[in-house]
């Protein structure tokens, strides 16, 4: 059974950095695309990053370009979300989220509904 485990939020200041983990397990997972999903408190979830399913390609909010780097390690069958430069928007619930399947190596999906699996999420809070 596929499980995605988050890892690595946390309270930070404004400024700082963090780097949030999804491990994968059930599988390999090397050639899926993944994506960065956030929910703040009473809001819809919105996309963050992600990338295609041989991470040559990647896709990030407009919100969090320049800031936050998604990388995949595959040895590990770990994504990880790179955040820099944090600021209290960036305050949400952090899910990863993985696909089986993807229509080219370069395609990569920034749609909730396209992905088929989901961890349970970590918080990150950033006080200014």
């Known amino acids: 059974q596929v499980q995605l485990v988050e890892s690595g939020g946390g309270l930070v200041h404004a400024g700082d950095s963090l780097r949030l983990s999804c491990a994968a397990s059930?599988?390999?997972?090397?050639?899926?695309?993944m994506g960065w999903f956030r929910q703040a408190s009473g809001k819809e979830r919105e996309f963050v990053a992600a990338?295609?399913?041989?991470?040559?390609?990647?896709y990030y909010a407009d919100s969090v370009k320049g800031r936050f780097t998604i990388s995949r390690d595959n040895a590990k069958n770990t994504v990880y979300l790179q955040m820099n430069s944090l600021k209290p928007e960036d305050t949400a619930v952090y899910s990863c989220?993985?696909?089986?399947?993807?229509?080219?190596?370069?395609?990569?999906?920034?749609?909730?509904?396209?992905?088929?699996?989901w961890g349970q999420g970590t918080q990150v809070t950033v006080s200014s």
């Open positions: 059930g599988g390999t997972f090397s050639t899926y695309p």
């Open positions: 990338m295609s399913r041989s991470g040559a390609s990647t």
């Open positions: 989220a993985l696909r089986f399947g993807g229509i080219s190596d370069s395609y990569v999906y920034t749609q909730s509904y396209q992905f088929d699996y």
